[in-house]
Each structure stands twice: as structure tokens, then as C-alpha cells.
């Protein structure tokens, strides 16, 4: 069956340093990848995916990611982290007719 | 600002009873999700419409029904409710449900059965 982990339940991160969430999934094909965040008393919205080709994804509010087949992950990175990035961080696969399945969710907590 | 609204934001209720959530898409979707957010199963997906059509199915209790109407407003029924549905309820569309296309999500209805 299709799972998604995300090992980390709560990083806490200092404002200015460098970030990576980590996101490792079990699938029968390379699925479709996204990453969402959750702001305090929000909805989610996408970050970013990736389908296929460049395993080095680029999305919105300075995030990356990247593929690799390898290793089964997609783990979401951040050079530089600002208050606002507190919030929850879902990875998500999903392929064909399948339905999106999400991980349990990384909180980040920015220290000042 | 996702352009998905979802009403009523905060439902109470007791055990037993019936409540409908609604959903509006953003303009031009054809396609609305519902998903159930608690802290014990994490965010699940119910249920998916794709132009007033059932699409596909998740982990959806037979005591919850849903339907997309002609204006492709959405509404989840959930009936004789049970503690454990307590949990932020998510709408989210998309222009035409392909796994690949962007969902944009609603703010949620959070809903506490006592």
C-alpha cells in the first residue's frame, strides 16, 4: 500500500538558518510528489511538486525540493528561515487514479 | 486567500445528530475534494467530484454522504455523528481532478461532536 513518512513530528529552527524536512514514501511507481504547508487556523496550500525530470524542484516562498529515486525521498529545503515559514509541512504522493495520500506532517517552530 | 469557501467555519453538536458542510470551489474548478483532518489519523481524503460526478472514493464512513450540485457548490453530510468525527474538515478544487494539478483548499469547518 501507498504510505508517506515524515520522520520528524517538531523541528524548531533558529531565524536565519538553513532548513530540511524530510519526506521518504512507499509506492509501486515513481508518483507524483507535493509538498504543502499549513499556516495556524488555515488550509493548505501547494509549496511545490515535481513529476518527472529535473529532481531539483523550485517552488514558492524560497523553498526546494529534491527527488531521489534512490532513497524513495523528497525532502523540502529552505536556505534561510524566516518567522513567517512557522507552520505545518505535508508531503504528499499520488499517482493515476489514485487519490492523494498525505504524511503526518512536520511542525516547524522558528526560534527568534 | 485560496478562492475555496467553506461554511459554516465552526459546527458544535451533539452525538447522534446530522450536520452538512458546504463548499464552494474557486471560480473555473470543475473538481472539489473533502478531507478529514484529526489528530489521530492525520489528514485523510473522503471523497472526490469531478463535475457533479463521483470520481473517487477514500476513506469515507458510510454514515457520510456527499454531492456536487449543477453549480458545482459541494455539500458533505455527516449523520449520526460520533465523538470521534470530531475533526477540521477540508474542501479543496482543482480546474479538472488529475492527481498531478494543483489543489487549492478551503479554510476547513471544524467540527466538535460532544
Known amino acids: 500500500a501507498q504510505s508517506v513518512t515524515q520522520p520528524d513530528i517538531h523541528i524548531t529552527v533558529s531565524e536565519g538558518a538553513s532548513l530540511e524536512l524530510r519526506c521518504n514514501y512507499s509506492y509501486g511507481a515513481t508518483p507524483y510528489l507535493f509538498w504543502y504547508v499549513q499556516s495556524p487556523g488555515q488550509g493548505l496550500q501547494l509549496l511545490l511538486k515535481?513529476?518527472?525530470?529535473?529532481?531539483l524542484v523550485q517552488g514558492i516562498k524560497g523553498f526546494e525540493a529534491e527527488f531521489k529515486r534512490s532513497q524513495s525521498s523528497f525532502n523540502l529545503r529552505k536556505p534561510s528561515v524566516h518567522w513567517s515559514d512557522a507552520a505545518e509541512y505535508f508531503c504528499a504522493v499520488g499517482r493515476g487514479a489514485q487519490k492523494l495520500v498525505f504524511g503526518q506532517g512536520t511542525r516547524l517552530t522558528i526560534n527568534p | 486567500d485560496s478562492g475555496v469557501t467553506q461554511t459554516p467555519k465552526h459546527l458544535i453538536t451533539a452525538t447522534g445528530q446530522r450536520v452538512t458542510l458546504r463548499c464552494s470551489p474557486r471560480s473555473g474548478d470543475l473538481s472539489v475534494y473533502w478531507y478529514q483532518q484529526s489528530l489521530d489519523q492525520g489528514l485523510q481524503f473522503l471523497i472526490q467530484?469531478?463535475?457533479?460526478?463521483?470520481?473517487a472514493k477514500g476513506n469515507i464512513l458510510e454514515r457520510f454522504s456527499a454531492q456536487q450540485f449543477p453549480d458545482l457548490h459541494s455539500e458533505l453530510n455527516l449523520s449520526s455523528l460520533e465523538l470521534g468525527d470530531s475533526a477540521l474538515y477540508f474542501c479543496?478544487?482543482?480546474?479538472?481532478?488529475?492527481?498531478?494539478?494543483?489543489?487549492?483548499f478551503g479554510p476547513g469547518t471544524r467540527l466538535l461532536v460532544l
Open positions: 515535481y513529476f518527472s525530470g529535473d529532481t
Open positions: 467530484y469531478y463535475n457533479g460526478e463521483e470520481r
Open positions: 479543496a478544487s482543482s480546474v479538472a481532478g488529475y492527481i498531478g494539478e494543483t489543489q487549492y
